[in-house]
T-cell receptor, first 113, second 115 residues
Framework: GESVGLHLPTLSVQEGDNSIINCAYS??????FIWYKQESGKGPQFIID?????DKRQGQRVTVLLNKTVKHLSLQIAATQPGDSAVYFC????????????FGAGTRLAVHP | DADVTQTPRNRITKTGKRIMLECSQT?????MYWYRQDPGLGLRLIYY???????NKGEISDGYSVSRQAQAKFSLSLESAIPNQTALYFC??????????????FGPGTRLTVT
């Protein structure tokens, strides 16, 4: 719910602007990354993923960039809309075979009209 | 997602009580997970199961137990609830993909309050 967004870093943007949400990951052996969106009162919802053999992947209005040199992941949202307001999480999967995801703490995106 | 359901959606219980949270999925996935979410800490893995006969501890399993009753059902129990188990609990499922992807599908969550 809304309490999930408290105490998180917040990015405030104007409607129509582009948003960039950043994430630093910890494991240099991670080979797969996901961005999730969590709206108030709901579970996380898949947005886009990227494998470590890529440095960029595009979806509808979203782009994920991966910089393995500095272990950095970013999510770019074009023409941000009020419906994009949510908490965004990055998650990494290690190179191990059991496919567990490790989630970041999240960033709250607030879109203002 | 309606494909992953959790019951109850909200629960208030007292310290020391035993409580069970249930998760069902219609996605036909083999893998199921339980997470807890606390403000500012993201999602932390409690337990996961890769099939009915496979149960594994996650990073914060102390004070919790799970049961995989069927491929579609995975329940989480708090044997003796304590206030610091107050949190949002999410169930998730995923399918095994040889490509290495691991998109997890989440339920709507259960808000648990231990007084």
């Amino acid at each position: 719910g809304e309490s999930v967004g408290l105490h998180l870093p917040t990015l405030s943007v104007q409607e129509g602007d582009n948003s960039i949400i950043n994430c630093a990951y910890s494991n240099s052996a991670s080979d797969y990354f996901i961005w999730y969106k969590q709206e108030s009162g709901k579970g996380p919802q898949f947005i886009i993923d990227i494998r470590s053999n890529m440095d960029k992947r595009q979806g509808q209005r979203v782009t994920v960039l991966l910089n393995k040199t500095v272990k950095h992941l970013s999510l770019q949202i074009a023409a941000t809309q009020p419906g994009d307001s949510a908490v965004y999480f990055c998650a990494e999967k290690g190179g191990e075979s059991y496919n567990k995801l490790i989630f970041g703490a999240g960033t709250r995106l607030a879109v203002h009209p | 997602d309606a494909d992953v359901t959790q019951t109850p959606r909200n629960r208030i219980t007292k310290t020391g009580k035993r409580i069970m949270l249930e998760c069902s999925q219609t996605k036909g996935h083999d893998r199921m997970y339980w997470y807890r979410q606390d403000p500012g800490l993201g999602l932390r893995l409690i337990y996961y199961s890769f099939d009915v006969k496979d149960i594994n501890k996650g990073e914060i399993s102390d004070g919790y137990s799970v049961s995989r009753q069927a491929q579609a059902k995975f329940s989480l129990s708090l044997e003796s609830a304590i206030p610091n188990q107050t949190a949002l609990y999410f169930c998730a499922t995923s399918d095994f993909e040889t490509s290495g992807r691991n998109e997890q599908y989440f339920g709507p969550g259960t808000r648990l309050t231990v007084t």
